[in-house]
């Protein structure tokens, strides 16, 4: 009769112990899915750059950056996916200011911001803003042998 108990008891506590082992792994499990989520963002992020981004924050702090001038909507901007996995391929590091963020009233501010003409200007544009004044830029883009120019005459690979 002994035996029988004891069987039982050893029974439960590897029931237990199985249990815990179960909830453990589930448990990690969730955590390693969050963490890789966590890094497929932040992979995505880089490669889009920032959205909505504060031009007149880049003036007020006097800071160098490459702004990539775009459109999401793929109707409106033939070029613009092209010429961003360009941008990527030449690791440059800028930041996107994609116009369907933005009202046609932000949009034509942030122009004025850097003292460009809304009317001159049309993307997807390559922007240069060295110690927060606009350096150069490069608008209409067709191909990216005007951005491979761009990148080399400015050494725009420089910029971080």
């Known amino acids: 009769m002994k035996k029988g108990k004891m069987g039982a008891l050893n ?69 613009c996916s092209t010429i961003r996995k360009y941008l990527d391929s030449q690791n440059i590091k800028y930041v996107t200011y994609d116009v369907e963020s933005y009202s046609k009233k932000e949009y034509k501010e942030m122009l004025k911001t850097i003292e460009i003409n809304p009317d001159d200007f049309d993307y997807p544009a390559v922007i240069y803003i060295r110690e927060g004044r606009l350096y150069s830029n490069i608008i209409n883009l067709e191909d990216t042998k005007p951005v491979k120019e761009f990148i080399d005459t400015y050494d725009l690979k420089e910029i971080k």
């Open 11 to 79: 029974k439960k506590e590897a029931d237990i112990k199985r249990n815990k082992q179960i909830f453990i792994l589930v448990c990690l499990i969730i955590i390693v899915v969050i963490v890789v989520a966590m890094i497929m963002n932040s992979i995505n992020n880089n490669k889009k750059g920032q959205r909505n981004i504060d031009i007149s924050s880049i003036v007020r702090n006097a800071e160098t950056k490459i702004i990539y001038v775009s459109s999401s909507d793929s109707k409106k901007c033939k070029k």
